[in-house]
């Protein structure tokens, strides 16, 4: 079956820098989307951004439109989130998906990586 795996957190400053990357492994891996998701203990797993596999369409949460980038190396299988500018409310854990179709929602996915944690520092 397909297994994803995060990496790329870590803790920064408010204003700093991160790429998160999930790498897709497994026999029958052929999504139709991919997406980043992110949770806190004090929240829901709450979308993130989106991308087509196909066609490259991307989607963000209004609130990280203009400093969070998605996008993926169909060839590796792997999917990549360049977060810039990040600040203390981006601190979550955060989770790459698979699934079939393109939505914000994350019952609409069908895997699901460990999550890799990011912390942003005021």
């Known amino acids: 079956q397909v297994e994803l795996a995060e990496s790329g957190g870590g803790l920064v400053q408010a204003g700093g820098s991160l790429r998160l990357s999930c790498a897709a492994s497994?026999?029958?891996?052929?999504?139709?989307?991919m997406a980043w998701f992110r949770q806190t203990p004090r929240t829901d797993r709450e979308f993130v951004a989106v991308?087509?596999?196909?066609?490259?369409?991307?989607d963000y949460e209004d609130s990280v439109k203009g400093r969070f980038t998605i996008s993926l190396d169909n060839a590796k299988n792997t999917l990549f989130l360049q977060m810039t500018n990040l600040q203390p409310d981006d601190t979550a854990l955060y989770y790459c998906?698979?699934?079939?179709?393109?939505?914000?929602?994350?019952?609409?996915?069908?895997?699901w990586g460990q999550g890799t944690q990011v912390t942003v520092s005021a």
């Open positions: 497994g026999r029958s891996f052929s999504p139709y989307a």
């Open positions: 998906a698979a699934g079939r179709i393109y939505n914000n929602d994350p019952m609409g996915y069908d895997y």
């Open positions: 991308i087509n596999w196909y066609s490259g369409r991307s």
